[in-house]
């Protein structure tokens, strides 16, 4: 079992395993209802709240990653109500580091990355998320993953489209992933299933939770 370290509460075995059996019976459409609900509360904090979560944010993964000389980080560019990290993605080029985009180049595959700076051109891909037009493709030591929600147990919820999971199982050099969402965000369980990989660290306005494998 995980457990976090840092300051999250306790998550307890005979709680996880009471959780299992209160399982949705439609997991997916559990989920999407999930989902619909929560991004509905984080557009409802408002642009200037959410701009302040993401400077808060930001300095915690500061503090949490403070020598990233020779990193390869993958942010991601923002959208319905994500907190917008682009400025300190922006910022990894005088920290010694490289800022990279994930990239859908073929639906219902894994995501690929390419290197990104503020100056370099985009081009629209699914759901209209700009990612990078050219530039090289890389396999990030760090990735920052957006978290539609989490659980206490490090597991994620996403957008539905098994991308992340499907690129965090067959990344040839395993990275750290850092999930990234509002405190507001977090479930008891997402109900996690064999193919939902779970993250090294999550980091809130509030909080950082670092899990142990
Ligand atoms: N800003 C940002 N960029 C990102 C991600 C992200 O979470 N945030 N991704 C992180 O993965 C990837 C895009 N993820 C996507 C995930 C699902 C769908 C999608 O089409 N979903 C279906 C629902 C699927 C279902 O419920 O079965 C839909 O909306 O119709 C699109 C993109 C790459 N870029
Ligand atoms: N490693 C994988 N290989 C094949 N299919 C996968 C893999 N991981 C996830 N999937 C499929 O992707 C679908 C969506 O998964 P899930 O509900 O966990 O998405 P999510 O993590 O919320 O989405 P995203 O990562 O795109 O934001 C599921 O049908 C699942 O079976």
């Not at 995980?2 to 307890?12: E, V």
């Not at 557009?43 to 500061?62: C, D, F, K, P, T």
């Not at 969402?181 to 670092?210: C, N």
Request: hydrophobic letters at 35%.
């Amino acid at each position: 079992m995980r457990r976090s370290r840092l300051s999250s509460p306790p998550c307890f075995l005979d709680e996880l395993e009471s959780q299992a059996e209160d399982q949705p019976d439609d997991l997916p459409r559990w989920r999407r209802t999930q989902r619909d609900r929560l991004i509905a509360d984080r557009l409802g904090l408002g642009v200037a709240i959410r701009s302040l979560y993401a400077r808060q944010m930001a300095e915690r993964l500061n503090r949490f990653l403070p020598d990233l000389t020779n990193c390869t980080v993958s942010g991601y560019w923002p959208c319905k109500g994500e907190p917008d990290l682009r400025p300190w993605l922006s910022s990894l080029g005088i920290r010694g580091a490289r800022g990279a985009l994930p990239v859908i180049v073929e639906k219902n595959t894994a995501l690929r990355f390419r290197l990104w700076r503020a100056s370099d051109p985009l081009e629209k891909g699914i759901w209209n998320i700009p990612h990078p037009a050219s530039g090289a493709e890389v396999d990030p030591d760090i990735v920052i993953v957006p978290l539609v929600g989490f659980d206490c147990a490090g597991y994620r919820l996403g957008y539905g489209g098994g991308y992340f999971d499907r690129t965090l199982a067959v990344a040839p050099n395993r990275p750290r992933i850092i999930g990234v969402g509002y405190a507001q965000s977090r479930l008891e369980t997402i109900h996690p299933q064999p193919h939902d990989v779970p993250m090294d660290v999550i980091v809130t306005e509030s909080e950082a939770l670092e899990y142990e494998r």
